[in-house]
């Protein structure tokens, strides 16, 4: 009998199966890019110029040495002799040229008509009323006038008008408020010794070193320039600090975001190491927690870590809760036995969606975390197990107590076990039953309110946006 997926694990479903995680790539050079930068390196004369140059483009010496080489190759292949092409087109090239004296006549006789519109406004009496100095209401009139048919430069050029004074004459603003310079620190390093800082880091036997590097191999020499924030100041100005490690850029990794409205939708697991008898001996713990119910529906100790061991754990549990194709989400950091071959076919077999949290980030992964610090911090949990067989014991003991008797601040304080069976609604009942009785004795101690038991959750999930008026809580006590 085919299982209907409910609508939150669907789109769950969907989500991740659109999901595409990005490849870490390394920085790459193009040939265009490599030919550029050994044309600008044999450019530099200036001392120090190849450096600048380097730290600019975050390049070792190294990168322009093997450039070069590759430069040398190239040209020396070029130099061979190639098959002789077609011979240029003399007609082709005549026309070509007479285009181009067409369209520098068309510019010149445009130029022309400007200076004739020009020399027939100067003409006009301006001098003789002592206006052509630029600062009279006529020569602003006449300027205006060639506007429209020269553009402001040309007209402003031919009536010897400054272009900012016949913008200002157009639309007079009030005078702004000066703005003050900064002073100059008298501490501040000056030109030429900012140039001696920047000569020496781009200098050959330093231009490889990072400035911290530079400043003690400097002092060792009897060398005082700067402080080591001045030179990277002053590089930082000069646009040398780009990083030139050849590292890994490592891709966003979408967060996890997955919903349950009822048991066996999502299960979160982990494993976490206890304290063996010896200093460098740990017992493994495997388990499984419905973040829902916040059940434990399956666990596992064993005196090491392997992906066979968690296969055998998931299988068994989702046999035991018949768990269908289709229904279940199983939500896991990326620890070596989470992303395994062996498990990750175990799931697609039992048609288990599989989800992981994002790299260090504990926070995508809190119902597991937080009921592994429930167990740790519990009274009796010994500092050291002398045995597994002890160890084993002690999670009997504990399981059994936090399915079966812990009253979880999550869930309403309900049992796992309660809200996992679907009794937990009947024992809220009963709770309203006896406050309602209480009430009805006593309602002045209640303030005349009718209290109200803990609410029972009605969907749980990971990274779930919540209300801004909605303080965030860990989702495990």
């Not at 044309?39 to 390049?59: F, I, Y």
């Not at 490592?250 to 697991?269: G, M």
């Amino acid at each position: 009998m085919e299982t209907q997926m409910s609508p939150a694990v669907k789109h769950i479903e969907e989500r991740e199966s659109a999901e595409v995680v990005a490849v870490a790539r390394r920085r790459k050079f193009t040939a265009s890019y490599k030919r550029r930068i050994v044309r600008e390196a044999d450019a530099c004369s200036d001392p120090g110029a190849v450096g600048a140059l380097l730290r600019r483009e975050g390049l070792y010496s190294s990168h322009l040495s093997n450039w070069r080489q590759e430069v040398e190759v190239i040209e020396l292949a070029a130099l061979q002799s190639k098959p002789r092409g077609p011979k240029p087109d003399a007609a082709k090239a005549a026309e070509r040229r007479v285009l181009s004296l067409e369209q520098e006549n068309a510019k010149l006789k445009k130029q022309l008509g400007r200076a004739e519109q020009i020399i027939d406004v100067q003409k006009k009496p301006l001098r003789s009323a002592g206006l052509a100095d630029g600062g009279g209401s006529a020569v602003m009139t006449a300027a205006s006038g060639l506007v429209l048919s020269l553009g402001a430069a040309a007209a402003c050029k031919g009536m010897g008008v400054s272009r900012a004074t016949f913008y200002r004459a157009k639309s007079p603003r009030a005078a702004l408020h000066t703005v003050r310079q900064p002073r100059r620190s008298p501490l501040a390093l000056g030109p030429v010794e900012r140039q001696q800082v920047l000569d020496v880091l781009h200098a050959p036997e330093y231009v490889d070193s990072a400035p911290h590097t530079v400043y003690a191999r400097l002092l060792d020499d009897g060398i005082y320039l700067a402080s080591v924030s001045t030179f990277y100041r002053l590089l930082r100005k000069a646009g040398g600090t780009r990083s030139r490690r050849d590292e890994l850029v490592h891709p966003a990794y979408a967060r996890p975001e997955l919903l349950a409205t009822k048991p066996c939708e999502v299960w979160s697991w982990d494993i976490t190491k206890i304290k063996g008898p010896a200093k460098s001996a740990h017992f493994h713990l495997y388990v499984i927690l419905d973040i829902f119910s916040r059940c434990v529906v399956g666990w596992m100790i064993a005196g090491w870590e392997s992906a066979e061991l968690a296969e055998a754990l998931i299988a068994d549990s989702c046999d035991k809760h018949a768990i269908a194709p289709g229904q279940l989400t199983l939500h896991a950091d990326r620890g070596a036995s989470m992303r395994s071959k062996p498990v990750a076919d175990l799931l697609a077999d039992l048609g288990v969606i599989k989800s992981h949290s994002r790299p260090y980030v504990s926070d995508d992964n809190p119902y597991s975390e937080s009921q592994f610090k429930t167990m740790k911090y519990r009274p009796n949990f010994p500092d050291r197990f002398q045995s597994i067989e002890e160890a084993r014991a002690f999670c009997q003991t504990f399981f059994a107590w936090y399915n079966y008797e812990h009253r979880h601040s999550g869930i309403g304080y309900v049992t796992p076990a309660a809200m996992h069976a679907g009794v937990a609604a009947a024992i809220y009942d009963q709770r309203v039953t006896v406050l309602q009785n209480a009430f009805t004795q006593h309602p002045n101690r209640f303030k005349y309110r009718l209290p109200r038991p803990p609410a029972l959750p009605t969907v749980a999930g990971i990274n779930m946006p919540k209300p801004e008026a909605e303080s965030g809580e860990n989702p495990e006590n």
